[in-house]
């Protein structure tokens, strides 16, 4: 009977062993769930923060080309009329127009000649008017370099008209050295005078006026007198 019991004893402790031992396990295992659980979501969440910095950048671009496509590109030109097709354009038009935007536009200006010297024929195409000074460098360096090569060119083609223009603040013997071309004018010879004052032979002044005119053979008291 003792055996028996104790045989009784030992299996009723066994079985009560057992039970604790699963439980030990389910415990365990209930534990472990929620740190796997945790591993699982880290992952799939890393994987979705990976794939929305990839699809955010593509989309953007997609963005900008569409609106591109849309409103970026100049809208084609629309077709002629079937009456404007038909038209012809005259050749005399479209020339008329490529010259209008080639040259420049000048606005013109009437220069009368009034009673200055002229020095060509009144029917020459070309007229020219040159405002002067006796005693200006570059007014010499005109009348050595471009008068005489245009006289010499063109000839009768070209009528020049003189007018005094003495910038009496800068050249002091201007003034009178008009006076002295406009007396030998009075003779006939304005323009050999002219000529001498602008050749460099003499320094300009009253003596060298006198000269000028002895020179050309004027009648110097007339010419004195006028001066």
């Known amino acids: 009977m003792e055996e028996i019991d104790q045989n009784t004893t ?68 629309a077709p002629p009329s079937p009456a404007q097709a038909a038209a012809p354009q005259p050749a005399a038009q479209a020339a008329a127009a490529d010259t209008q935007d080639q040259q420049p536009q000048f606005k013109r200006y009437d220069v009368p000649v ?31 370099e471009s008068f005489s090569k245009i006289k010499e060119t063109f000839g009768d083609q070209v009528r020049f008209v003189y007018r005094d223009f003495p910038l009496d603040s800068l050249h002091p013997q201007a003034a009178p050295a008009a006076e002295a071309a ?3 004018r009075e003779q006939d010879k304005f323009w050999e005078y002219h000529d001498k004052l602008f050749s460099g032979e ?18 110097v008291a007339a010419f004195e007198k006028c001066l």
């Open 10 to 77: 030992n299996s009723a402790s066994q079985e009560d062993q057992v039970p604790a031992e699963e439980m030990v396990e389910e415990e365990v295992s209930e534990t472990q769930e929620p740190e796997s659980r945790t591993k699982s979501d880290n992952t799939i969440t890393f994987k979705r923060s990976h794939l929305y910095s990839v699809l955010l950048p593509l989309a953007f671009v997609l963005g900008l080309s569409v609106g591109y496509l849309f409103w970026g590109r100049t809208p084609p030109a």
């Open 114 to 144: 009034d009673d200055d010297p002229v020095l060509g024929p009144d029917n020459a195409p070309i007229t020219i008017i040159e405002f002067s000074d006796y005693q200006c460098p570059f007014c010499q360096q005109w009348h050595t």
């Open 182 to 184: 406009n007396c030998a």
């Open 202 to 219: 003499y320094e300009l002044g009253e003596t060298a006026y006198s000269q000028i005119a002895k020179d050309l053979k004027l009648d």
